[in-house]
């Protein structure tokens, strides 16, 4: 298990993290979503010991990290799959970490087997590695000491569509067998398809958190007009909580006939309205964090149907 309690980190004036707590737990995949600069990397790094906490404490495995026994073999981190030696072969790389965690050198053929990586690909050097074979290698690493707790920072950066498959579906067995897994990532669907719970940070704090089935069943209205904002507002006004997502789309709680009508008494046409249960975790996400997003994506229309 991981627990984060009350967790902050400020660089200077700069807020990273602000009284962040959640709980990843054994045999779940927990994914932990937000745009970029949300604090995401930040609460990891506290978490595996790389940087101090300003005040709060995360426990991995009821412990600190800098206080458990062997952490190699019960803790494994992937947060940066580029932080490799460029100089090294894959072999050397993940034979050091065998060699560091005590194992015995058969167990670097069995990872180079586990994450798919051939003999010729094992003896180049890593400079010489695309970013996908970087995170096949990072994720060896990881499992090398056969550990209880996953931490992984964006591990299907470069992969292609058969490599996102095979990691969603080594994590899946890697919870199903007991272990812990908290997975970052800006890959909305792959967490949507892997993820049993959800911890979404917007701004260095906690917006959302709860089971996938949870916060997407509970997602409310999705009504769409030419004005979002216009929409918005009087959803608002009418005393409805309403976040605008994008394109004009609005995420609202309340019923279906309480936006309707909402809508209606504003003026507003609304030019789509329906349960948001299948709106998805793309929808909920861009809702949730919609004041931290860095991105705002603009939709004109294009009367000739040229490409955009």
């Known amino acids: 298990m991981i627990t984060v309690e009350s967790l902050s980190k400020s660089y200077g004036s700069f807020v990273a993290v602000d009284d962040v707590s959640f709980t990843a737990r054994p045999g779940r995949v927990t994914g932990f979503l937000g745009p970029n600069g949300a604090g995401k990397s930040t609460t990891m ?43 090294r072969t894959g072999r050397e790389i993940l034979t050091i970490a065998a060699l560091t965690m005590g194992l015995p050198r058969t167990r670097v053929d069995e990872m180079l087997e586990r994450v798919s990586l051939t003999p010729d690909e094992a003896s180049r050097r890593v400079r010489n590695y695309s970013l996908g074979m970087r995170q096949r290698l990072g994720i060896g690493t990881a499992l090398m000491g056969d550990p ?87 959803l608002t006004t009418a005393g409805i909580t309403a976040r605008p997502t994008s394109g004009g789309a609005v995420l609202a709680e309340a019923d279906l006939t309480r936006v309707g009508q909402a809508a209606f008494a504003a003026g507003i046409a609304v030019t789509e309205l329906r349960a948001a249960d299948g709106a998805g975790l793309e929808e909920m996400f861009l809702a949730l964090t919609a004041e931290s997003q860095r991105d705002v994506v603009t939709h004109t229309s294009n009367p000739e149907g040229a490409a955009a």
């Open 148 to 234: 209880e707790v996953l931490v992984l920072d964006e591990p299907a950066n470069g992969l292609d569509p058969a490599g996102i498959r095979w990691m969603r579906d080594l994590l899946r067995d890697f919870a199903d067998q007991g272990g812990t897994v908290l997975l970052s990532s800006h890959l909305l669907h792959e967490i949507e398809v892997i993820a049993d719970d959800l911890v979404v940070i917007g701004n260095g704090r906690i917006v959302a958190q709860g089971t996938k089935e949870e916060l997407l069943a509970g997602a409310g209205t999705l009504v769409r007009a030419a004005d979002g904002a216009g929409l918005a507002a009087a």
């Open 45 to 87: 790094r506290v978490m595996v010991g790389l940087t101090g906490p300003g005040s709060g404490e995360v426990r991995v495995l009821g412990r600190r990290f800098a206080d458990l026994p062997d952490p190699g073999r019960e803790v494994g981190v992937l947060l940066d799959a580029s932080a490799q030696h460029a100089g």
